[in-house]
Nanobody
Framework: QVQLVESGGGTVQAGGSLRLSCAASGSILRMELMGWYRQAPGKPRELVATVNNDGETWYPASVKGRFTISRDNARSTTSLLLTSLKPEDTANYYC??????????????????RGQGTQVIVSS
């Protein structure tokens, strides 16, 4: 099983930027989707970005235009660039690898592996 390890979290002021990285212990070529989730205390998990092997990306309205996901299959890495950060973006962010949902190919239908996460704190 591929292990995923995130890095790049931290504390930033509102309006600032962070780049999160996710390194896989093995190849991610067979991972149809790479994605990033976030979860804040007391709130449900939220999928914030996915990218498939064709480089097609998806974002929910809450982060579209501010977050950018990318994947590098040669290096087995996935990144998430967070810009124009808001206090409500504060959460633990973790990357995941899996397959698409049969109803929506950009949604994670199942997760094969996920990391422990990296904390992002946005101060006002």
């Amino acid at each position: 099983q591929v292990q995923l390890v995130e890095s790049g979290g931290g504390t930033v002021q509102a309006g600032g930027s962070l780049r999160l990285s996710c390194a896989a212990s093995g190849s991610i070529l067979r991972m149809e989707l790479m994605g990033w989730y976030r979860q804040a205390p007391g709130k449900p998990r939220e999928l914030v970005a996915t990218v498939n092997n064709d480089g097609e990306t998806w974002y929910p309205a809450s982060v579209k235009g501010r977050f950018t996901i990318s994947r590098d299959n040669a290096r087995s890495t996935t990144s998430l660039l967070l810009t124009s950060l808001k206090p409500e973006d504060t959460a633990n962010y973790y990357c995941a690898a899996g397959g698409s949902d049969v109803a929506d190919r950009f949604q994670m239908g199942f997760i094969l592996s996920r990391g422990q996460g990296t904390q992002v704190i946005v101060s006002s």
